[in-house]
């Protein structure tokens, strides 16, 4: 199989961490966005949306979407839950994370690690915090209650959540402030097979 994407991108670590925990064997090919290498032919018609990462099979079919490519690789692996509602909750965090936290704090990260924090993106950066900071609290209160997402097994919905709140601090987001998330950091980066960002 072979993926798209670059590995300092939340999106595209993901698929990387989860590979990487599943000891499954891959070729990486390095995407540019910033050089528009999403915006080419041969990409778009790999995925018209023009977004990493991008899953190609062995057997050619593609898929694309973060997410959706770690419910498929995840697939009959300890990553996901056998009981349907535990599934569910999976999804619930899963979701929440492409709506309520990528959206503030990938964004926030994008405009000043990538971007150089230029002084037209300056009040857009200011503007993610708070939502980037309610998204964290709720993670927070969540890991209270449980070691991980969902009860005591690291899943998808983890490693969904993981790429970019461990690099919160990247888009201005103190993580001292949510012990119980560093907490959560420290063991999901505790697993065999566990590999950083970059």
């Not at 509602?85 to 979701?95: G, I, P, S, T, V």
């Not at 209160?141 to 709140?165: H, P």
Request: glycine fraction near 8%; charged fraction near 20%.
């Amino acid at each position: 199989m072979i993926i798209y994407g670059d590995v300092g991108s939340g999106n595209c670590y993901k698929i990387k961490l989860l590979l990487s925990l599943l000891n499954i064997k891959h070729r990486w090919v390095h995407i540019d966005i910033l050089k528009k290498d999403t915006q080419t032919a041969d990409f778009l018609f790999l995925n018209p949306n023009g977004k990493i990462p991008v899953l190609v099979l062995d057997d050619g079919r593609v898929l694309s979407e973060s997410n959706a490519i770690l419910g498929y690789l995840a697939e009959e692996t300890e990553f996901i839950a056998t009981d349907s509602y535990m599934r569910a909750k999976k999804y619930q965090w899963m979701f929440f994370e492409q709506y309520s936290h990528e959206p503030f704090i990938a964004v926030a990260r994008f405009i000043n690690k990538y971007l150089g924090l230029p002084e037209n993106r300056i009040a857009d950066y200011h503007n993610l915090q708070p939502n980037g900071h309610r998204a964290l609290s709720i993670m927070n209160q969540e890991l209270a209650k449980s070691d991980y997402f969902i009860g005591s097994q690291l899943t998808i919905a983890d490693i969904a959540l993981y790429a970019y709140t461990h690099v919160a601090d990247e888009g201005g987001f103190d993580l001292t402030l949510y012990p119980n998330i560093q907490a959560w950091c420290q063991r999901i980066r505790k697993y065999s097979g566990y590999v950083g960002m970059g």
